[in-house]
């Protein structure tokens, strides 16, 4: 669990007062002290690594094949076996090569590590030559190893084989196999719904804040049986259940990315029917947020940017959003994550060409196909060396596809076989040449060229009429315009003595380009004519300019009137004309250099996956005008059998619910990655998943409605509260014995025996201030909100008013309300992130976020303390808050901030503290009041007298609270 901000006034006005209150938000003597108990977990686990004893480095026989292979292939085939390659004439690929030895002799003495070169050489940092050296623990393997005799496994073959042959244990690696339906295990006995639903009272929250509504948990899930034999083993159970205001925060912050409002949290705390937390998940799935919520974690694997990225300029994508809002549309529509995945690889080929007239329908599958679109593009960039940035797009297009549905590094092949995983050079070319077609290479098309319009024929023949109108109207203008210029320029050359007219008017006259230099200097003598121009009449005539402006107007109005032309950014390839037309061919690259290209490769499926499947895709469809192997490729992946696929899914969905995956890497299930902590449960869901239709909603009913999501926070045992509340004696049990004991079972929580207390993430964070504030705009969809560097340097939303050459005009152009939408919705340049969302950790996509970090480092206090979207907040909050009060007594006003805030009210002691806190800026507001000083057009000025000063305080100090910023 990260451990909580902790905040430091900076104001001295507030910093004094704010002190002891952020104390009741965060470290009170309640449920709420996660940071003592943060505290008391990091002490704890830290002395206890001062004593252990290191682990051994292996344990049970070592052999060849599990235990020296790995090592070797990562850190010594590339020198000593592959593509023929023997320094030394040493093979390591096989133990008996090993023992042949090279050109030095033999390389292992069995039972002497010491004479044994392959363990000296390496012990001594001398192999491998490379500034990566084996690590101790491995080289202490390889000393283990031979000391043993250097044993093998099974009889070796005679020479090594290809390299799409693997070893048994290549092909035994858990995430290649089969996903089978495991039977659901029953539940222990000692475990028993009536327990859990007794063992209310002993929820952490306590005195502070008892249950308003008893536990909806009433019977265990297939999802629980699972985790609680698992559980049962470590002598361990679920923790109690949550009360009801925690749980409709937890559940609307999970599906929505919003706080639930006061009158649902009271709505659904009275609800005694048995189903009220069905209707409520019901609820939120059936949101509009929803799409927005769920649509930002696929974004994120996507790399969704609103910029090319690759270099400085970084250029504006102005209709990426036509991606985003088609992801947005689909997991609102819970379209099966199927059709979800074989519209985004190969929507196009499921559209008939040309593409004219496009349907809605059809629309959306193009737009889908923008996921092949969001990798970083610099080739339309003048001075980019093509054939490195074509490459580049390419490369970074696989690591899409394949971190965010395959779960495996497959870029690491690009230059050679991959050191860790059975996934050859071959393979990386194979699943490049599916999608080779669409790029290629040789006639590259750069992002503006694939841009498709949405205007219909219909559509265009409306704007042709349109225009026509709005030329008549141009047409006078223009008209009108010649005649002003002229009136206006026999005026000026009446000025002139009557021998300088007629050279004056034929030099004005005469197009710049042809004008003799006799012409341009006597022009420059009368700089009133040379510089009368549409542009510059009104300084002569301005009746006249108005007149023309007026035309200008209607004109403008009625183009108006035009239907709309909007562009998709679509992967498409050329139409095949003929059965003579070669596709694009695709070549392994020799160590990944474009330049040096060997055998040509078919397209195809990870090779390891053979014995399960065909791993082989067709070249062609005949069916079809395009290759069709995007479609083939796509259908093979969810076809429901695919090992990967559906596991990689379910356990993203399960990661964003949980904040850890069943596989901790969720986009590594290879040999590197973390081992599943349940996997018969990762086979199960992802079974039942395939089986369920794909459907993600009904994955998020079966995980929400389990006893395990609804189980609370906890986190320790009364002799720590007592600790925390000061009544530890002298001699007590230290810190690290009193916690819980799924702490010290279980301190990472693995298991779940208790539900992880979770960071808003950077635009739960912004979402939640507005909605709490009052502000938020729901408006969906659309082109983002612009952003812009302010005075400081922070990136923040707003309008960029510079002037070409990037210096500041002055200039503010308002938003109208559209600064308050939702941070999904703000332009996301790879270049420039939100000053606030990066504060927070929000990702920058290089080329895409397969997981995002979680830190607490101090410019995020000073963000939420002075930053200046945080002030704004507190103060739009405040003003609700006066409003929402009733009778509009201090009581009153800290239990609305309190349900709009933390959707509960105050207890006693923290309506106490409130109370005194309000008294005591009031006080000094009133004492010290603040001097007037001018605002900026376009900032919120700031509170106006003491008493909006001090309730502004409160509700600064509740936007900063950690009750605020984490879920439980």
């Known amino acids: 669990m990260c451990p909580p901000v902790r905040f430091v006034g900076c104001a001295a006005e507030f910093s004094s007062a704010t002190a002891s209150l952020l104390n009741v938000f965060s470290a009170r003597k309640s449920s709420r002290s996660f940071v003592a108990c943060s505290f008391v977990a990091a002490t704890f686990l830290a002395a206890t690594s001062l004593v252990a004893a290191p682990k051994p480095v292996a344990s049970g026989p070592l052999t060849f094949e599990k235990d020296i292979r790995p090592i070797l292939k990562a850190n010594c085939f590339h020198c000593h076996g592959e593509e023929g390659k023997m320094k030394g004439g040493l093979d390591v690929r096989l133990r008996h090569l090993i023992a042949k030895g090279g050109e030095h002799g033999t390389a292992i003495v069995p039972g002497k590590p010491e004479k044994s070169p392959l363990f000296t050489l390496v012990r001594d940092g001398e192999m491998p030559k490379s500034e990566k050296k084996i690590s101790k623990e491995q080289v202490e393997v390889i000393r283990q190893w031979i000391a043993g005799g250097a044993k093998v496994a099974r009889t070796e073959p005679a020479k090594p084989g290809a390299a799409d042959e693997f070893t048994p244990e290549e092909r035994g690696h858990w995430a290649f196999q089969a996903v089978k339906r495991p039977a659901v295990p029953a539940i222990p006995k000692e475990v028993i719904s009536k327990e859990v639903i007794s063992n209310q009272s002993s929820n952490p929250r306590g005195k502070s804040s008892p ?201 690491c092949a690009q230059c050679h076989n991959h050191k860790h995983d059975p996934i050859p050079q071959a393979d990386y070319y194979r699943m490049r040449a599916v999608f080779e077609p669409g790029f290629d290479l040789r006639t590259w098309r750069t992002p503006n060229a694939r841009l498709v319009s949405l205007m219909s024929d219909e559509d265009r023949a409306k704007a042709a009429e349109v225009e026509k109108d709005a030329k008549v109207i141009e047409t006078a203008r223009l008209a009108k315009l010649d005649v002003f210029i002229n009136e206006v320029l026999e005026k000026e050359l009446l000025k002139r003595p009557e021998d300088l007219r007629a050279p004056l008017r034929e030099a004005y006259k005469t197009v710049v380009a042809k004008r003799t230099p006799a012409q341009v200097k006597l022009l420059k003598e009368h700089p009133t004519v040379m510089q009368l121009s549409a542009g510059s009449l009104y300084l002569y005539e301005q009746k006249k300019a108005d007149e023309l402006l007026k035309l200008s107007d209607e004109a403008g109005k009625i183009r108006a009137k035009k239907p709309p032309e909007q562009f998709i950014s679509v992967f498409t390839e050329v139409a095949i004309k003929d059965a003579k037309t070669e596709l694009a061919p695709t070549f392994l690259f020799h160590r990944g250099d474009p330049d040096q290209p060997k055998q040509q490769l078919k397209p195809g499926d990870l090779t390891i996956l053979a014995s399960l499947r065909p791993v082989d895709l067709p070249e062609k469809d005949a069916s079809l005008p395009t290759s ?167 990136v923040v939303v707003g309008v960029n008013t510079d002037d070409t050459a990037g210096r500041p005009s002055g ?141 502004t305080g409160l509700c600064r100090a509740l936007l900063t609270a950690n009750r605020f910023l984490y879920v439980e």
């Open 211 to 411: 249950l308003i509504t008893p536990s909806l948990i009433t019977n265990y899930s297939p999802v629980d049986a699972f985790l609680l034999q698992k559980l049962a083993a470590a002598k361990l159970t679920f923790s109690p259940p949550a009360d009801r205001a925690t749980l409709i925060r937890r559940a609307s912050f999970d599906l929505l990315g919003l706080p639930p409002s006061p009158a649902d949290v009271d709505a659904f705390e009275k609800d005694t029917s048995p189903d009220a937390y069905e209707k409520l998940l019901d609820r939120l799935l059936a949101s509009p947020h929803y799409g927005e919520r769920w649509g930002r974690h696929w974004l994120d694997i996507a790399g969704y940017a609103d910029s090319d990225g690759y270099t400085d300029a970084d250029t504006e994508r102005k209709w990426a959003w036509q991606y985003r809002d088609y992801v947005i549309r689909s997991l609102n529509a819970d379209k099966p994550f199927n059709e979800f995945i074989v519209e985004q690889l190969a929507g196009d080929e499921l559209v008939k060409q040309p593409l004219k007239n496009i349907s809605p329908a059809d629309a959306d599958k193009l737009a889908a196909t923008g996921f092949l679109r969001m990798a970083p593009d610099g080739t339309a960039n003048a001075g980019v060396e093509q054939k490195v940035a074509r490459n580049a797009v390419v490369a970074d297009t696989i690591k899409v596809v394949s971190s965010s549905l395959l779960g495996v590094t497959v870029g």
């Open 628 to 794: 069709g192997r995007r479609l083939a490729y796509a259908r093979a992946l969810t076809d429901g059998t695919h090992p990967l696929t559906s596991r990689v899914l379910v356990n993203r969905v399960w990661m964003h619910h949980f904040g850890r995956g069943i596989v901790a890497s969720p986009s590594d299930f290879g040999t590197l990655g973390e081992r599943p902590t349940h996997p018969e449960l990762l086979d199960w869901l992802a079974s039942e998943f395939v089986a369920q239709g794909w459907s993600l909603k009904k994955l998020h009913r079966l995980v929400m409605t389990s006893a395990a999501y609804q189980q609370a926070s906890a986190y320790e045992s009364a002799s720590v509260r007592g600790f925390e509340s000061g009544k530890a004696k002298s001699g007590s049990p230290s810190r690290a014995n009193t916690l819980a004991p799924s702490y010290l079972t279980d301190p990472d929580n693995k298991l779940l025996s208790r539900y992880p207390i979770r960071r808003l993430d950077a635009e739960q964070l912004r979402d939640a201030q507005l909605t709490v504030s009052g502000k938020l705009n729901p408006k969906a969809g659309g082109a983002p909100v612009p952003i812009m560097t302010d005075e400081t340097g922070q």
């Open 811 to 951: 200039k503010f152009v308002g938003l109208n309300g559209e600064e308050f939408r939702r941070s999904l919705y703000v332009q996301m340049r790879r270049s420039k992130p939100l000053g606030l969302m990066e504060t927070f950790d929000a990702p920058r996509m290089e080329p895409n976020c397969e997981l995002r970090n979680a830190s607490t480092v101090a410019p995020q206090s000073l963000a939420l303390m002075n930053g200046e979207f945080a002030l704004a907040q507190a103060k739009f909050f405040a003003e609700r808050v006066a409003k929402e009060s009733g009778d509009s007594t201090d009581e009153s006003k800290v239990s609305r901030a309190w349900q709009l805030a933390f959707c509960r009210r105050p207890n006693s002691t923290e309506m106490s503290d409130a109370l005194a806190f309000l008294g005591k800026q009031r006080a000094h507001f009133t004492a010290n009041a603040p001097k007037e000083s001018k605002v900026a057009k376009g900032k919120e000025p700031p509170p106006t007298n003491a008493e909006e000063h001090a309730l």
